[in-house]
């Protein structure tokens, strides 16, 4: 899935934080904190094609069940979505 | 102008939480350069080239990057580039773009005279988190006596351009024996071009350009000072508002979100020396720019070092025990860069800033009271006035009804 915006990861005193680069300064408020499934996430994105994939790379790594998993991609990816961050 | 939203993002104020605890460097104040197109008779480090020349040496752009490079590697996410006037540095975007890319969230300080053309383009193109810009004065010939440059209307036409692209602007402003008859206009500017102004009227005592002539500078006596900050707070806050601050003034309760933000009840108490560094034009490391010292040598014995000595000598400092024990703490801006700039000692009674801010507790009740006895008067006058075209109503109605009488008399007459 692609990063349509610019944004540099960072990790900061135990936190995961998005720093808005470029032209997506303009429509950022700033910096972008991610728990830790949405860090795991964010950084598969690039390597998988749908929200299928990114569960079943969460299934491998974490002890969640399937519609946990389910759930919270289709949250963190609805967000994004929303921020234009991927199509 | 949206006078009640926050200028801090509460995710900074919970990083420099975090970063107090940890002992790390959340934010790095990077004054790239002493040297700046102005010439502010109240500036704390302007310097002309030849006294630049004299002083020191200005780091090269690979030095900046480098010692942001080791600060961000131990934790540095926020960056102000100031100076002097920083984009008077040719090698400006090298070191701006350098630190970008590391992942740094940049607010540059700037005068706002060079936001144009080629420049303008570059940082509407790659635009900082925000651009924290001096307005100097209402007016040409403010900005001329002040600044030495009649600068007003091509600052405020670089600013509107900023803004039109949708760039974050907030706005500095200090109030001085040159500028505080505009501040009406300052206001409207500010409220036309849709910014917030961060406003004092207190001007710490240049030390750094003039020596140990602590407590002198070119700024109001405190009796002005406060005068001054007071008709500006009448200005920026509506009636109700100004209400609350008088009444809280008067109860000595502080602003809840003051210039330089209160992280600790002893000793340095913002987040200088503790989560935040300043590096100065010539390479060394301090809690602040506004003092003249603990000093560490970065580019010598390493950022990490010099953090660690900043931190340490930090801890020690000290403020007065009539200062810290002062019932009018909350509300006064005292701290340990006033303390040394005003007596040249941490733990010595900056008297300047007790006038100024026993001033600005009287004169905030008396304009409150003030406003209050031409608030009755309006409201009494309004009772008049109603009162009155009530009157005149009855009389038109019972004219009226008499000559409605007086024409159906006549019609049964007729």
């Keep these: 899935m692609k990063i349509k915006k610019q944004l540099i990861k960072r990790e900061i005193a135990g936190d995961t934080i998005l720093v808005p680069v470029g032209k997506t300064v303009y429509d950022s408020n700033g910096l972008f904190v991610l728990n830790e499934l949405a860090a795991f996430i964010w950084d598969i994105l ?9 569960v079943e790379r969460i299934l491998a790594d974490y002890e969640v069940t399937r519609e946990v998993a389910s759930a919270d991609t289709a949250q963190f990816l609805r967000k994004l979505r929303e921020m234009g961050i991927i199509d | ?85 920083p984009l008077v540095r040719r090698d400006f975007f090298e070191i701006y773009r350098g630190m970008k890319e590391m992942g740094l969230l940049i607010s540059i300080n700037s005068n706002g005279s060079m936001i144009r053309g080629e420049i303008l383009e570059k940082f509407l193109a790659d635009p900082p ?55 009406a206009q300052i206001y409207a500017d500010a409220v036309e071009l849709d910014v917030n102004v961060r406003a004092s009227s207190y001007m710490y005592p240049s030390i750094r350009v003039n020596g140990e002539q602590y407590g002198c500078g070119n700024r109001l006596s405190p009796e002005d000072a406060a ?40 000793g ?11 590096m100065t034009w010539d390479g060394q490391m301090r809690p602040c720019g506004m003092m003249p010292g603990p ?7 390493g950022f990490e070092a010099a953090w660690e000595t900043i931190k340490a000598e930090t801890a020690k400092i000290r403020l007065p025990n009539q200062c810290t024990s002062c019932a009018k ?24 800033v007790c006038r100024q801010t026993e001033q600005t507790i009287c004169a905030t009740w008396e304009a409150y009271q003030n406003r209050r006895g031409a608030d009755s008067k309006q409201a009494e006058q309004t009772i ?4 009155k075209a009530y009157q005149d109503g009855r009389g038109v109605e019972q004219r009226m009804e008499e000559e409605s009488s007086e024409h159906a008399a006549e019609k049964e007459g007729n």
Excluded at chain 2, 17 to 34: D, M, Q, V, Y
Excluded at chain 2, 149 to 170: D, F, H, W
Excluded at chain 2, 295 to 301: D, G, H, Q, R, S
Aim: charged letters at 25%; glycine letters at 6%.
């Design chain 1, 46 to 54: 690039p390597e998988v094609s749908d929200e299928v994939q990114i």
């Design chain 2, 384 to 387: 008049c006035t109603t009162w």
């Design chain 2, 268 to 278: 340095v108490r913002c987040r200088a020396g503790s989560s935040a560094f300043w």
């Design chain 2, 227 to 266: 005068k001054y900050g007071v008709a500006w707070d009448q200005l920026r806050f509506t009636g109700e508002e100004f209400a609350v601050r008088a009444q809280n003034m008067k109860n000595l309760i502080g602003d809840e979100e003051p210039e330089c933000p209160v992280e600790s009840e002893e």
């Design chain 2, 1 to 85: 102008m949206n006078k009640k939203s926050r200028t801090e993002p509460y995710i900074s104020t919970y990083l420099h939480s975090k970063g107090r605890k940890l002992g790390l460097p959340i934010a790095g104040n990077f004054e790239l350069t002493a040297r700046c197109n102005f010439n502010c008779p109240m500036c704390y480090v302007h310097m002309t080239e030849e006294q630049v020349r004299a002083a020191g040496k200005e780091l090269t752009a690979e030095q900046w990057i480098s010692i942001a490079r080791e600060a961000r590697d131990r934790g540095m996410i926020f960056v102000l580039l100031t100076g002097g006037e």
């Design chain 2, 329 to 352: 703490r909350d509300v006064c801006p005292v701290c340990a860069a006033v303390c040394v700039t005003e007596t040249g000692a941490f733990d010595q009674v900056p008297t300047y």
């Design chain 2, 129 to 183: 988190f925000r651009f924290n810009i001096s307005l100097y004065g209402g007016c040409n010939e403010t900005y001329e006596n002040m600044c030495g440059q009649p600068a007003y209307t091509r600052v405020k036409e670089n600013i509107r351009a900023l803004r039109k692209a949708g760039v974050e602007v907030s706005l500095n402003l200090s109030i001085t024996p040159y500028n505080y008859q505009d501040l």
């Design chain 2, 295 to 301: 000093t560490a040598y970065p580019l010598e014995v």
